[in-house]
Protein backbone atom coordinates (compact mmCIF):
# COMPACT_ATOMS: atom_id res chain seq x y z
CA UNK A 1 0.00 0.00 0.00
CA UNK A 2 3.01 2.41 0.77
CA UNK A 3 4.39 1.94 -2.18
CA UNK A 4 1.46 1.38 -5.01
CA UNK A 5 2.89 4.31 -7.34
CA UNK A 6 6.31 3.21 -7.45
CA UNK A 7 6.28 -0.61 -7.20
CA UNK A 8 6.23 -2.42 -10.60
CA UNK A 9 3.45 -4.71 -11.49
CA UNK A 10 5.60 -8.15 -11.76
CA UNK A 11 6.78 -7.38 -7.64
CA UNK A 12 3.87 -6.98 -6.90
CA UNK A 13 2.44 -9.97 -8.27
CA UNK A 14 5.48 -12.09 -6.63
CA UNK A 15 4.77 -10.51 -3.09
CA UNK A 16 0.88 -11.35 -3.86
CA UNK A 17 2.26 -14.98 -4.61
CA UNK A 18 4.17 -14.88 -1.41
CA UNK A 19 1.52 -13.51 0.95
CA UNK A 20 -1.10 -15.94 -0.18
CA UNK A 21 1.37 -18.71 0.23
CA UNK A 22 1.88 -17.86 3.75
CA UNK A 23 -1.76 -17.78 4.36
CA UNK A 24 -2.52 -21.13 3.67
CA UNK A 25 0.32 -22.19 5.42
CA UNK A 26 -0.62 -20.55 8.32
CA UNK A 27 -4.27 -22.16 7.83
CA UNK A 28 -2.34 -25.38 7.83
CA UNK A 29 -0.79 -24.71 11.13
CA UNK A 30 -4.16 -23.86 12.44
CA UNK A 31 -5.62 -26.61 11.82
CA UNK A 32 -2.98 -28.92 12.81
CA UNK A 33 -3.57 -27.07 16.33
CA UNK A 34 -7.03 -27.41 16.25
CA UNK A 35 -6.76 -31.65 15.21
CA UNK A 36 -4.25 -32.22 18.39
CA UNK A 37 -6.71 -30.20 20.42
CA UNK A 38 -9.39 -32.92 19.47
CA UNK A 39 -7.47 -35.75 19.91
CA UNK A 40 -7.69 -34.74 23.80
CA UNK A 41 -11.60 -33.47 23.61
CA UNK A 42 -13.18 -36.37 22.42
CA UNK A 43 -14.94 -36.16 18.86
CA UNK A 44 -18.01 -33.20 18.73
CA UNK A 45 -21.51 -35.22 18.36
CA UNK A 46 -22.52 -34.70 15.43
CA UNK A 47 -18.82 -35.63 13.59
CA UNK A 48 -16.76 -38.83 13.53
CA UNK A 49 -13.36 -39.01 13.54
CA UNK A 50 -10.69 -41.88 12.22
CA UNK A 51 -7.24 -41.91 11.43
CA UNK A 52 -6.18 -43.46 8.06
CA UNK A 53 -3.13 -44.73 6.08
CA UNK A 54 -3.17 -44.07 2.39
CA UNK A 55 -1.13 -46.28 0.46
CA UNK A 56 -0.34 -46.45 -3.68
CA UNK A 57 1.26 -49.03 -5.64
CA UNK A 58 1.58 -51.30 -2.37
CA UNK A 59 3.52 -48.27 -0.69
CA UNK A 60 2.40 -46.25 2.71
CA UNK A 61 2.75 -42.75 1.43
CA UNK A 62 0.57 -41.10 3.61
CA UNK A 63 -1.09 -41.11 7.25
CA UNK A 64 -3.89 -38.42 8.39
CA UNK A 65 -6.46 -37.79 10.69
CA UNK A 66 -9.85 -37.34 9.07
CA UNK A 67 -13.54 -35.49 10.61
CA UNK A 68 -16.43 -35.63 8.64
CA UNK A 69 -20.28 -34.85 9.71
CA UNK A 70 -22.61 -37.49 9.94
CA UNK A 71 -25.12 -35.61 8.17
CA UNK A 72 -23.37 -33.71 5.64
CA UNK A 73 -26.47 -32.19 4.84
CA UNK A 74 -26.08 -30.26 7.93
CA UNK A 75 -23.46 -27.68 6.71
CA UNK A 76 -25.36 -27.54 3.20
CA UNK A 77 -28.54 -26.14 4.80
CA UNK A 78 -26.51 -23.52 6.79
CA UNK A 79 -24.18 -22.18 3.87
CA UNK A 80 -26.40 -22.74 1.19
CA UNK A 81 -30.17 -23.57 1.76
CA UNK A 82 -31.00 -21.30 4.65
CA UNK A 83 -29.35 -18.25 2.55
CA UNK A 84 -31.28 -18.69 -0.58
CA UNK A 85 -34.60 -16.98 -1.45
CA UNK A 86 -34.98 -20.16 -3.05
CA UNK A 87 -33.47 -22.95 -3.65
CA UNK A 88 -34.49 -25.85 -6.21
CA UNK A 89 -33.59 -29.52 -5.97
CA UNK A 90 -34.26 -31.95 -8.66
CA UNK A 91 -33.46 -35.75 -8.97
CA UNK A 92 -35.30 -38.96 -10.96
CA UNK A 93 -33.83 -40.84 -8.02
CA UNK A 94 -34.45 -38.39 -5.10
CA UNK A 95 -37.03 -40.86 -3.37
CA UNK A 96 -36.59 -44.20 -2.23
CA UNK A 97 -40.12 -46.12 -1.77
CA UNK A 98 -39.18 -49.11 0.21
CA UNK A 99 -36.86 -46.70 2.77
CA UNK A 100 -37.85 -47.21 6.48
CA UNK A 101 -36.62 -44.06 6.76
CA UNK A 102 -40.80 -43.19 5.90
CA UNK A 103 -42.33 -43.17 2.85
CA UNK A 104 -41.05 -41.35 -0.27
CA UNK A 105 -40.91 -38.16 1.14
CA UNK A 106 -38.82 -38.40 4.54
CA UNK A 107 -35.83 -40.18 2.42
CA UNK A 108 -35.53 -37.24 -0.42
CA UNK A 109 -35.75 -34.91 2.87
CA UNK A 110 -33.11 -36.57 4.95
CA UNK A 111 -30.67 -36.53 1.79
CA UNK A 112 -30.90 -32.92 0.95
CA UNK A 113 -31.07 -31.22 3.94
CA UNK A 114 -34.63 -30.12 4.12
CA UNK A 115 -35.27 -31.22 7.09
CA UNK A 116 -32.74 -28.90 8.61
CA UNK A 117 -35.15 -25.79 7.30
CA UNK A 118 -37.18 -23.94 9.22
CA UNK A 119 -40.25 -24.41 7.07
CA UNK A 120 -41.14 -27.35 5.00
CA UNK A 121 -40.18 -27.80 1.67
CA UNK A 122 -42.78 -28.09 -1.77
CA UNK A 123 -42.73 -31.26 -2.65
CA UNK A 124 -43.78 -32.04 -6.89
CA UNK A 125 -43.12 -35.33 -8.42
CA UNK A 126 -43.88 -35.93 -11.65
CA UNK A 127 -44.41 -39.39 -13.72
CA UNK A 128 -42.10 -40.78 -16.02
CA UNK A 129 -42.14 -39.87 -19.87
CA UNK A 130 -40.96 -43.73 -20.61
CA UNK A 131 -42.96 -46.39 -21.18
CA UNK A 132 -39.82 -49.15 -19.25
CA UNK A 133 -42.39 -51.99 -19.51
CA UNK A 134 -41.97 -52.08 -23.19
CA UNK A 135 -38.46 -50.66 -23.71
CA UNK A 136 -36.28 -52.02 -20.97
CA UNK A 137 -35.55 -56.06 -19.70
CA UNK A 138 -34.51 -56.66 -16.30
CA UNK A 139 -32.26 -59.86 -15.82
CA UNK A 140 -30.94 -61.53 -12.55
CA UNK A 141 -28.34 -64.09 -13.38
CA UNK A 142 -28.76 -67.37 -11.21
CA UNK A 143 -26.02 -69.68 -12.38
CA UNK A 144 -22.86 -67.20 -12.30
CA UNK A 145 -20.91 -67.19 -8.99
CA UNK A 146 -19.78 -63.22 -8.28
CA UNK A 147 -16.87 -64.42 -6.56
CA UNK A 148 -15.46 -66.52 -9.75
CA UNK A 149 -14.09 -63.94 -11.38
CA UNK A 150 -13.69 -66.21 -14.61
CA UNK A 151 -17.09 -66.87 -14.57
CA UNK A 152 -18.28 -63.03 -14.40
CA UNK A 153 -15.49 -62.61 -17.30
CA UNK A 154 -17.15 -65.14 -19.54
CA UNK A 155 -20.47 -63.62 -18.93
CA UNK A 156 -19.57 -60.50 -19.63
CA UNK A 157 -17.73 -61.40 -22.89
CA UNK A 158 -21.03 -63.48 -23.94
CA UNK A 159 -23.23 -60.45 -23.29
CA UNK A 160 -21.39 -57.86 -24.71
CA UNK A 161 -20.90 -60.30 -27.72
CA UNK A 162 -24.76 -61.32 -27.71
CA UNK A 163 -25.64 -57.11 -27.88
CA UNK A 164 -23.36 -56.56 -30.65
CA UNK A 165 -21.61 -53.68 -28.61
CA UNK A 166 -23.40 -50.76 -27.12
CA UNK A 167 -22.63 -52.37 -23.73
CA UNK A 168 -21.96 -50.58 -20.29
CA UNK A 169 -20.18 -52.56 -18.03
CA UNK A 170 -20.32 -51.73 -14.19
CA UNK A 171 -18.26 -52.67 -11.45
CA UNK A 172 -17.88 -52.44 -7.46
CA UNK A 173 -14.24 -52.51 -7.64
CA UNK A 174 -11.80 -51.12 -9.63
CA UNK A 175 -9.27 -54.40 -9.36
CA UNK A 176 -12.41 -56.53 -10.34
CA UNK A 177 -12.73 -54.47 -13.50
CA UNK A 178 -9.22 -54.70 -14.60
CA UNK A 179 -9.06 -58.44 -14.03
CA UNK A 180 -12.14 -58.98 -16.40
CA UNK A 181 -10.66 -56.40 -19.01
CA UNK A 182 -7.63 -58.56 -19.09
CA UNK A 183 -9.94 -61.62 -19.69
CA UNK A 184 -12.34 -60.28 -22.25
CA UNK A 185 -10.58 -57.84 -23.91
CA UNK A 186 -8.74 -60.02 -26.47
CA UNK A 187 -12.09 -62.08 -27.44
CA UNK A 188 -14.33 -58.88 -28.02
CA UNK A 189 -11.28 -57.66 -30.09
CA UNK A 190 -11.93 -60.84 -32.48
CA UNK A 191 -15.63 -60.11 -32.56
CA UNK A 192 -14.76 -56.59 -34.17
CA UNK A 193 -15.94 -54.55 -30.86
CA UNK A 194 -13.90 -51.82 -29.47
CA UNK A 195 -13.62 -52.28 -25.56
CA UNK A 196 -12.54 -49.33 -23.62
CA UNK A 197 -12.09 -49.27 -19.71
CA UNK A 198 -11.95 -46.78 -17.23
CA UNK A 199 -8.99 -47.13 -14.85
CA UNK A 200 -6.99 -49.00 -17.47
CA UNK A 201 -7.41 -46.60 -20.88
CA UNK A 202 -4.92 -43.47 -19.78
CA UNK A 203 -8.31 -41.31 -21.54
CA UNK A 204 -9.84 -38.90 -18.87
CA UNK A 205 -13.57 -40.53 -18.65
CA UNK A 206 -15.62 -37.86 -19.88
CA UNK A 207 -13.55 -38.69 -23.15
CA UNK A 208 -14.04 -42.60 -22.42
CA UNK A 209 -17.86 -41.48 -22.60
CA UNK A 210 -17.86 -39.13 -25.79
CA UNK A 211 -15.96 -42.21 -27.69
CA UNK A 212 -18.92 -45.03 -26.64
CA UNK A 213 -21.52 -42.42 -27.73
CA UNK A 214 -20.20 -41.89 -30.87
CA UNK A 215 -18.87 -45.37 -31.78
CA UNK A 216 -22.47 -47.83 -31.35
CA UNK A 217 -20.54 -50.54 -31.49
CA UNK A 218 -18.05 -50.26 -28.63
CA UNK A 219 -17.85 -51.42 -24.67
CA UNK A 220 -17.30 -49.79 -22.09
CA UNK A 221 -16.42 -50.74 -18.43
CA UNK A 222 -16.27 -48.09 -15.64
CA UNK A 223 -17.21 -47.90 -12.02
CA UNK A 224 -19.44 -45.79 -10.13
CA UNK A 225 -18.63 -42.51 -11.83
CA UNK A 226 -20.11 -44.02 -15.02
CA UNK A 227 -22.98 -45.79 -12.85
CA UNK A 228 -24.21 -42.02 -11.81
CA UNK A 229 -23.09 -39.55 -14.61
CA UNK A 230 -23.48 -41.12 -17.93
CA UNK A 231 -25.90 -39.41 -20.66
CA UNK A 232 -26.06 -41.72 -23.36
CA UNK A 233 -28.89 -41.81 -25.75
CA UNK A 234 -29.88 -43.97 -28.78
CA UNK A 235 -28.48 -47.19 -29.67
CA UNK A 236 -25.42 -46.56 -28.78
CA UNK A 237 -25.96 -47.93 -25.29
CA UNK A 238 -28.41 -51.32 -25.29
CA UNK A 239 -26.81 -53.18 -22.30
CA UNK A 240 -25.72 -52.63 -19.10
CA UNK A 241 -24.43 -55.55 -17.02
CA UNK A 242 -23.52 -55.24 -13.53
CA UNK A 243 -21.44 -56.94 -12.04
CA UNK A 244 -22.91 -57.14 -7.92
CA UNK A 245 -25.28 -55.47 -5.90
CA UNK A 246 -23.55 -51.93 -4.90
CA UNK A 247 -23.84 -51.91 -1.33
CA UNK A 248 -21.79 -49.63 0.42
CA UNK A 249 -18.48 -49.97 1.94
CA UNK A 250 -18.47 -50.45 5.83
CA UNK A 251 -15.83 -47.88 6.59
CA UNK A 252 -15.71 -46.13 9.27
CA UNK A 253 -17.37 -42.88 8.12
CA UNK A 254 -20.30 -45.13 6.59
CA UNK A 255 -20.78 -47.35 10.06
CA UNK A 256 -21.30 -43.92 11.82
CA UNK A 257 -23.94 -42.67 9.46
CA UNK A 258 -25.65 -46.41 8.83
CA UNK A 259 -25.76 -45.92 13.11
CA UNK A 260 -27.55 -42.76 12.51
CA UNK A 261 -29.67 -43.40 9.90
CA UNK A 262 -31.77 -46.35 10.09
CA UNK A 263 -29.14 -49.45 10.47
CA UNK A 264 -29.95 -51.79 7.59
CA UNK A 265 -32.87 -50.08 5.80
CA UNK A 266 -30.01 -47.03 5.41
CA UNK A 267 -27.50 -50.05 3.45
CA UNK A 268 -30.99 -50.82 1.64
CA UNK A 269 -31.68 -47.47 0.41
CA UNK A 270 -28.24 -46.70 -0.57
CA UNK A 271 -27.90 -49.49 -3.12
CA UNK A 272 -31.80 -49.14 -4.19
CA UNK A 273 -30.67 -45.61 -5.26
CA UNK A 274 -27.21 -46.76 -6.99
CA UNK A 275 -29.21 -49.82 -8.73
CA UNK A 276 -31.79 -46.71 -9.94
CA UNK A 277 -28.92 -44.74 -11.36
CA UNK A 278 -27.57 -47.13 -13.18
CA UNK A 279 -30.56 -48.60 -14.27
CA UNK A 280 -31.23 -44.93 -15.47
CA UNK A 281 -29.02 -44.69 -17.43
CA UNK A 282 -30.22 -46.96 -20.24
CA UNK A 283 -33.42 -45.20 -21.39
CA UNK A 284 -33.21 -41.67 -21.96
CA UNK A 285 -35.50 -40.88 -25.04
CA UNK A 286 -39.09 -42.54 -25.53
CA UNK A 287 -37.00 -44.96 -28.46
CA UNK A 288 -34.31 -46.57 -26.39
CA UNK A 289 -34.70 -49.54 -25.79
CA UNK A 290 -32.21 -52.28 -23.14
CA UNK A 291 -31.29 -54.75 -20.88
CA UNK A 292 -30.45 -54.64 -17.48
CA UNK A 293 -28.27 -57.59 -16.17
CA UNK A 294 -27.36 -57.92 -12.44
CA UNK A 295 -24.54 -60.62 -12.68
CA UNK A 296 -25.38 -61.74 -8.59
CA UNK A 297 -27.74 -64.01 -7.85
CA UNK A 298 -27.91 -63.38 -4.10
CA UNK A 299 -29.45 -60.04 -5.53
CA UNK A 300 -32.62 -59.44 -2.70
CA UNK A 301 -35.94 -58.96 -4.04
CA UNK A 302 -36.39 -56.01 -1.45
CA UNK A 303 -33.93 -53.86 -3.87
CA UNK A 304 -36.70 -54.49 -6.50
CA UNK A 305 -38.28 -51.59 -5.81
CA UNK A 306 -34.95 -49.82 -7.08
CA UNK A 307 -36.87 -50.10 -10.73
CA UNK A 308 -39.75 -48.69 -12.47
CA UNK A 309 -43.26 -50.16 -11.05
CA UNK A 310 -44.81 -52.73 -13.41
CA UNK A 311 -41.13 -54.16 -14.82
CA UNK A 312 -40.90 -57.66 -14.11
CA UNK A 313 -37.10 -58.67 -12.51
CA UNK A 314 -36.48 -62.04 -14.33
CA UNK A 315 -33.82 -64.74 -13.09
CA UNK A 316 -32.75 -66.62 -15.73
CA UNK A 317 -29.65 -68.30 -16.50
CA UNK A 318 -27.02 -67.01 -18.83
CA UNK A 319 -27.78 -69.02 -21.86
CA UNK A 320 -31.30 -67.69 -21.63
CA UNK A 321 -30.35 -64.22 -20.72
CA UNK A 322 -27.71 -64.17 -23.76
CA UNK A 323 -30.75 -65.48 -26.61
CA UNK A 324 -33.36 -62.03 -24.31
CA UNK A 325 -30.80 -60.15 -24.60
CA UNK A 326 -29.99 -60.83 -28.41
CA UNK A 327 -33.57 -61.08 -29.44
CA UNK A 328 -34.63 -57.17 -27.57
CA UNK A 329 -31.18 -55.66 -29.38
CA UNK A 330 -32.73 -57.55 -32.75
CA UNK A 331 -36.15 -55.52 -32.22
CA UNK A 332 -38.44 -59.15 -31.44
CA UNK A 333 -40.73 -59.26 -28.99
CA UNK A 334 -39.19 -61.01 -25.57
CA UNK A 335 -40.04 -64.09 -24.57
Do not use: N
Not at 36 to 62: C, I, K, Y
Not at 137 to 166: M, P, S
Not at 170 to 186: D, S
Amino acid sequence: DERAASLESDSRVRIEAAGRGLERRAETVRAWRAMLAGLGEGTPERFVDWLALSRRGGRDFDVGMHRHWIDPTIPFAEAVLMRCHGALITSATLRDHSSALSEDWRSAEVRTGALHLPLPAHRVSLPSPFDYVTQTRIIVIRDVRRDDLAQVAAAYRELFIAAGGGALGLFTAIHRLRRVYGRIAPALDAAGLTLLAQHVDDIDTATLVDIFRAEPDSCLLGTDALRDGVDVPGPALRLIVFDRVPWPRPDILHRARRAAFGGPAYDDMMARLRIKQAYGRMVRRADDRGVFVMLDPAFPSRLHAAFPPGVPVRRLGLAEAIAETRRLVAGAPAE
